[in-house]
């Protein structure tokens, strides 16, 4: 079993930053394997923002792309999220996932508002 935590989340004004962070327990399958940002807003359904490849190729949803910045550091078995110009309809929770095994983190709330 993988333990995904997520953290970073919290309050931001409109146009501000934020950087989530995950951390995966100790795997031999986190090199290799797709990770993922996802979020789920109030009463909608959750959906994939961000996607980073073993070989460091990235995806974005276009609601995010060009704001946000997904990374990953194998070494410390890290993925990360990199939030600019942050706006209302980015609140949500943000959930991390490794798609290798189908792993979910707790989710870290982040509310954009002034």
């Known amino acids: 079993q993988v333990q995904l935590v997520e953290s970073g989340g919290g309050l931001v004004q409109p146009g501000g930053s934020l950087r989530l962070s995950c951390v995966a327990s100790?795997?031999?399958?986190?090199?290799?394997?797709?990770m993922a940002w996802y979020r789920q807003a109030p009463g909608k359904q959750r959906e994939v923002i961000a996607r980073i490849f073993a070989t460091g190729s990235t995806w974005y949803a276009d609601s995010v792309k060009g704001r946000f910045t997904i990374s990953r550091d194998n070494a410390n078995y890290a993925v990360y999220l990199q939030m600019n110009n942050l706006k209302p309809e980015d609140t949500a929770v943000y959930y991390c996932?490794?798609?290798?095994?189908?792993?979910w983190g707790q989710g870290t709330q982040v509310t954009v508002s002034i």
């Open positions: 100790k795997t031999t399958l986190f090199g290799n394997s797709v």
């Open positions: 996932n490794m798609y290798t095994g189908d792993f």
